[in-house]
């Protein structure tokens, strides 16, 4: 009785998806490099699932093809995995990366495995230990054939979106499944960044105890900014610590770390040359935080308290425009990075990948799908009419926030930056001509004037 699929790497991402693929009625066998890790998930996996001593010995439990979904850590042990896989492997066998890799290593390793005509899929798996096992959303990219062979069982055990459908989706060829998977991870660096500062507000100038912010939050999920990273900031801002009978959070030291996926979304960003400022400022936020002032708490006195149900108000109205802009900068990234790699990513399934499942799942994905499948040539939903519809509320509820912020001291990078990228794409003026002026004065780097067509080079007056 051969197996359909197998799992490498049984940390709780594989356990999970072995359950989950068992679930569909997959047939699955396991295995791990680390021979305590295989204690303990034969514990837990047997007999459902069929745990063999070593990774390279579920090769001959499987049928043909032989697909292999790998959850072990991305970088240098993947590469290690290959190197061991490579001698054994046949033209026809598939490998699934469901790591968080960096798309370039996912080409590399595609090219590298193309040779021996073993196939290798890149894919973005998102919703932690949960979504492992109940439904995850994944993002695959790689060899058409390749993602067809494996689409029935990734389908079966992705999340489904409220129409039914799986949030499983096919983004291209090459590293196309993991680059949506890193904008994915950009996307989520920002929103959490604005959640965090709402709640910086809501602690600080509003005043809000414990159980009134987390109802806050709570009713905010009632709106356009509903999602999974709002709803379960309640939950965090409402927890209890109980060594000490005080909001746990804040007994957690004030100070983010980070894995890469934020800083490669950054990176990417510099690549293509596609602004995605809210999530470079989400990443630096994180940095920052770990480099302030040793004593900043007694440095700086909070601000005094504000209206708080006027604060509360403004930020609830002003999330949703956040959140749009966090999306705008993933997707418009995703839409360059595909067009010059001619992935040809198309941004409403990816939006429709996004809506159960992952992280960054959202109400406001629907409608963004939507906007996508209405104007194909759309790349920034900042500049379609959903985005008018929701700066109707949004915009001067957010503006006030920001100065009010700023006026007070209270650090709020990430809302800050979408006013500033919702206003650099859709303001009248943005002062680019000046810009241009200057670099035709020092430079003689000529600009194009708004009355005729051509490139002009103006003989200034020297300046010495
Ligand atoms: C997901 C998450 C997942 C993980 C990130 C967090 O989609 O399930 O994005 O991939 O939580 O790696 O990244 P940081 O550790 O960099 O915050």
Redesign the pocket.
């Known amino acids: 009785h051969l197996c359909d699929i197998a799992v490498i790497g049984l940390g709780v991402m594989g356990r999970n998806l072995a359950l989950n693929l068992n679930d569909r009625g997959y047939k699955v066998v396991a295995g791990d490099a680390f021979p305590d890790v295989v204690v303990s998930a034969r514990a837990e996996l047997e007999p459902t699932v069929t745990v063999v001593d070593t990774p390279i010995d579920v090769l001959k439990h499987l049928k043909a093809p032989r697909t292999m979904l790998v959850m072990i850590k991305a970088g240098d042990p993947v590469d290690a995995l290959i190197e061991t896989f490579r001698p054994h492997l046949q033209p026809g066998d598939i490998l699934i990366d469901g790591g ?1 890799s960096h798309y370039h290593d996912t080409e590399r390793r595609q090219a590298l495995l193309e040779a021996d005509g073993v196939r290798f899929v890149g894919l ?5 230990e949960e ?1 492992a096992r109940h439904g ?2 994944l993002m695959a990219g790689g060899d058409p054939d390749a993602v067809a062979a494996v689409s029935a069982p990734l389908a079966a055990i992705a999340a489904k979106a409220g129409d039914g459908a799986p949030c499983f989706g096919t983004f291209g060829p090459g590293g196309a499944g993991h680059f949506v ?1 890193m904008a ?2 950009g996307i ?2 920002l929103v959490m960044q604005a959640l965090a500062e709402c709640y910086l507000l809501l602690s600080g100038p509003a005043g809000l105890e414990r159980e009134a912010m987390a109802e806050t939050f709570r009713r905010w999920d009632e709106t356009a900014a509903s999602s999974y990273l709002l709803e379960i900031t309640a939950v965090v801002v409402d927890e209890v610590d109980t060594d000490t009978g005080r909001p746990l959070v804040e007994m957690i030291k004030d100070s ?7 800083r490669w979304t950054v990176e990417a960003g510099l690549q293509y040359g596609v602004a995605v400022p809210g999530i470079a400022t989400a990443f630096l936020a994180r940095a920052l935080s770990s480099r302030r002032a040793p004593h900043a708490a007694s440095l700086r006195r909070l601000p005094p308290a504000g209206d708080a149900a006027l604060i509360a108000d403004d930020l609830g109205k002003a999330l949703p425009a956040v959140m749009l802009a966090a999306y705008a900068q993933g997707l418009s990234l995703i839409s360059e990075a595909s067009k010059v790699n001619g992935w040809g990513t198309e941004l409403a399934t990816v939006a429709r990948t996004w809506r159960a499942g ?3 799942r959202a109400a406001m994905l629907d409608p963004i799908a939507d906007a996508f499948t209405a104007d194909p040539e759309l790349t920034d939903i900042t500049l379609s009419p959903l985005a008018e519809e929701i700066l109707e509320t949004a915009e001067r509820p957010l503006r006030r926030v920001v100065a009010a912020a700023v006026a007070d001291g209270v650090p709020v990078p990430a809302l800050a930056n979408s006013i500033a990228y919702l206003d650099g794409l859709r303001a009248k003026r943005v002062g680019a001509n000046l810009i241009q002026g200057q670099r035709d004065l020092f430079g003689a780097h000529t600009f194009e004037r708004t009355d005729k067509p051509g490139v002009f080079h103006h003989e200034w007056p020297v300046v010495s």
């Open positions: 968080n973005g798996v998102s919703g932690g979504g995850p959303a998977k994915h991870n989520e660096y983010a770390h980070h894995k890469g996926t934020g992952c992280i960054i």
